[in-house]
């Protein structure tokens, strides 16, 4: 079966009842949005957030000053050795729920931020 991408950055137009809608595409399931794409994440609410999961997002840190990491319904914690992983890759990480997440990311996106999201499907 084929990983799922969106070869592009776009915003998100609508979240909700499990996943994204965005490029005039709709996506159930979880998503990391990373400068080179969109990209199906193995995650759902309430698994560990491991640094095994965001290997994505530290191959391509050189481009990322800002992940925003959507931890579901309400804010979560990262866990200190992701925290200190994205910061070593000169990475700022910032958990807050899906929405405001979300609502964050497509402002940043607008400003041509070197901005990035992981998003947990509400």
């Keep these: 079966m084929r990983e799922a991408h969106f070869p592009g950055r776009a ?3 609508a979240y909700g009842n499990g996943g994204f809608r965005f490029a005039d595409m709709s ?3 979880s ?3 990373l400068p080179s794409g969109v990209y199906a994440w193995d995650v759902v609410e309430g698994d560990p957030l491991a640094i095994e999961k965001f290997r994505r997002v530290l191959d391509e840190a050189q481009e990322i000053e800002v992940l925003l990491v959507g931890t579901g319904r309400d804010i979560r914690p990262l866990p ?3 925290k200190a ?3 070593a890759a000169n990475i ?3 958990p807050m729920s ?3 997440a979300v609502r964050t990311y497509n402002v940043m996106l607008v ?3 070197a901005v990035a999201a992981a998003l947990i499907a509400v």
Excluded: Y
């Design 11 to 13: 915003p998100i137009d």
């Design 27 to 29: 996506h159930r399931g």
């Design 31 to 33: 998503v990391l949005l």
């Design 80 to 82: 200190a050795d992701l």
């Design 85 to 87: 992983t994205l910061k």
């Design 92 to 94: 700022a990480s910032d």
């Design 98 to 100: 899906t929405g405001a």
């Design 111 to 113: 400003e041509s931020r």
